[in-house]
Structure formats: C-alpha cells, structure tokens
C-alpha cells in the first residue's frame, strides 16, 4: 500500500441525496454534477432576487380625516 494513497470518501449530493466520491477532479463538488450544481444555484438565485416589496398601499387616502 502506497504511503500517498488515500481511501476515497463517499458522501450523498447536498441536491439529490446520490452518493458522491470525493475527489479533487470532480469539478462540482459538493455536487454529483453540473446539473445538480445548476439546481442548487438556480434555488439560490432565485431566492435572493425574491424581495418582498409590496407596492400596494401608497397611503394616499390616509389624511382625508379633516
Ligand atoms: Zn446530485
């Protein structure tokens, strides 16, 4: 047994639960694939470009009391 060998690691995809080889080649780690990758920063995006921004009331009507 080589000293410099190391014992691949398996762990499941953060997207779709598939079991993954850690390895340094795998360019979309911590992903199983680009497609998972994709979903992931697709779901990302997608959240931080969704402010909530209401522009329903612009409270015109608020000061016909006197
Ligand atoms: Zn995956």
Known sequence: MKANEKPERIY???QCRKP?????DNQ???F???????IDLGEWAAE????PGDPAE???DFNEWE
């Open 12 to 14: 499941p995809c953060p």
């Open 20 to 24: 993954v080889h850690w390895r340094t």
């Open 28 to 30: 979309w780690r911590p």
């Open 32 to 38: 199983c694939s680009h497609r998972c990758k994709l």
């Open 48 to 51: 931080k470009h969704a402010i």
């Open 58 to 60: 612009d409270g015109s």
